[in-house]
């Protein structure tokens, strides 16, 4: 199949494979961090706290990272990243079995993923094109892509599986060897050129952060559609990320192997859209289908807020994971197309920090609100608020005729 093309050329078959198993060992690293946090403090500010500590490293250093990744190899970065996290990771597996470890110390290890984050993602996302043939590259990128999706549907079962056994510090051990093994994939591929070489760099940095800016500015659908992803991702992902933990086990009483048959549900919606969409040469009505889906998903958390059993959840956690992948799957088929090709990494990059840089902030308020409120009101309130901000984008022309 022409899907797994690409696993035929041995520097991104190497790439792919360590970075699938890193992948894995993060998926277990998080169920596992997560009811840790639940067990450990009983509080959904602590759980905010924690992904905040991850989050703004990552949003801080993001463009330094991208100027370090243009500037140094590429695949040098990436296996000192691998290195550096799978460091910390063992450090807190050893605090976790020596029942020594403090919520602080969850917290210091969040900083040190996020900073680390900062420079390892621009890296892969820079290094897949160096390592792969042209034509090679739809193959690659869509097997990252479902690599990804497949990992957060086994991985969150196999997480609550360890967790159930009482064996947390054997999941965090695991995440730790992953990186491990990354690294040794990354070795044999030194030698490989992956920082292009450009003849002439840029001088002034804040003119092409003008430019970059000025174009956004000059298409509605993009400063709309930027706008109120910064906001509706604060009201969306929040309730998802701080508040599920605590509706499975406060609301429904049911443990981690729920938590983690939820996550799944929404990894298995979103690889069904993404074998639908796949299959398709154009999507028409862009603005309009987006936006649907984007109303349908806040609607949608609204209904795990209501829901009173699991598999009320995990359907309406499957029909989530399907509606955002419309959503983002037609965002970037639509930068790809309409945004010029020079301009692209720029208004990419303000894209990429205009949409998630409010979320520290929806996490800790999520924190906040799930203790104060609990969690139903939290998923209804969030949902309700998506939904309406996904509607205003509706009213402007210039989102409704985007096709």
């Not at 403090?41 to 991850?54: E, P, R, W």
């Not at 981690?256 to 969409?277: D, E, K, T």
């Not at 998903?297 to 598999?311: K, Q």
Request: net charge positive; hydrophobic share 55%.
């Amino acid at each position: 199949m022409r899907l797994f093309s690409s696993l035929k050329h041995r520097p991104f078959a190497l790439l792919w494979s360590g970075q699938s198993i890193s992948r894995l060992g993060d998926s277990l690293y998080r169920i596992a961090l997560a009811w840790w946090v639940l067990e450990k403090t009983g509080s959904a500010t602590a759980m905010g706290t924690v992904l905040i500590f991850s989050f703004t490293p990552m949003l801080l250093f993001l463009l330094i990272g991208g100027v370090a990744v243009d500037r140094f190899h590429r695949l040098g970065l990436m296996l000192t990243s691998d290195l550096l996290r799978g460091g910390v990771v063992a450090v807190v597996a050893l605090l976790a079995s020596s029942g020594r470890m403090e919520i602080w110390h969850v917290y210091v290890a969040s900083i040190l993923f996020g900073f680390v984050d900062a420079f390892f993602q621009p890296a892969y996302t820079a290094a897949v094109p160096q390592l792969t043939p042209s034509e090679l590259l739809l193959s690659a990128n869509s097997l990252t892509s479902l690599s990804g999706q497949l990992v957060n549907v086994i991985g969150p079962g196999l997480g609550a599986f360890i967790v159930a056994l009482g064996d947390t510090p054997t999941a965090f051990a695991l995440d730790a060897l992953s990186f491990f093994i990354s690294a040794g994939c990354l070795v044999p591929l030194l030698r490989l050129p992956t920082t292009p070489r450009l003849e002439t760099r840029r001088a002034n940095v804040l003119r092409d952060v003008r430019e970059g800016i000025g174009t956004v500015l000059a298409s509605p659908w993009l400063w709309i559609s930027i706008t109120i992803a910064g906001l509706a991702n604060m009201t969306q992902v929040g309730p998802v990320a701080v508040a599920l933990p605590f509706l499975i086990n406060d609301h429904l009483q049911l443990d981690v192997g729920a938590l983690g048959l939820a996550q799944s549900m929404h990894s298995i919606g979103a690889i069904a859209v993404a074998v639908w969409l796949g299959r398709l040469t154009r999507i028409r009505r862009r603005g309009l289908l987006a936006y649907g889906t984007w109303v349908a998903g806040g609607l949608i958390t609204v209904g795990i807020g209501l829901s009173v059993s699991i598999v009320e959840v995990g359907l309406a956690m499957l029909l989530l994971g399907a509606a955002y992948s419309v959503c983002g799957l037609i965002w970037t088929n639509t930068l790809q197309e309409l945004v010029p090709r020079d301009m692209l990494g720029r208004v990419s990059s303000i894209d990429y920090l205009g949409s998630f840089v409010l979320l520290p902030v929806g996490f800790g308020l999520t924190g906040w609100a799930t203790d104060q409120w609990g969690t139903p009101l939290v998923f209804i309130i969030g949902g309700l608020l998506t939904a309406g901000l996904a509607a205003l984008g509706l009213l402007h022309p210039g989102v409704r005729r985007l096709d």
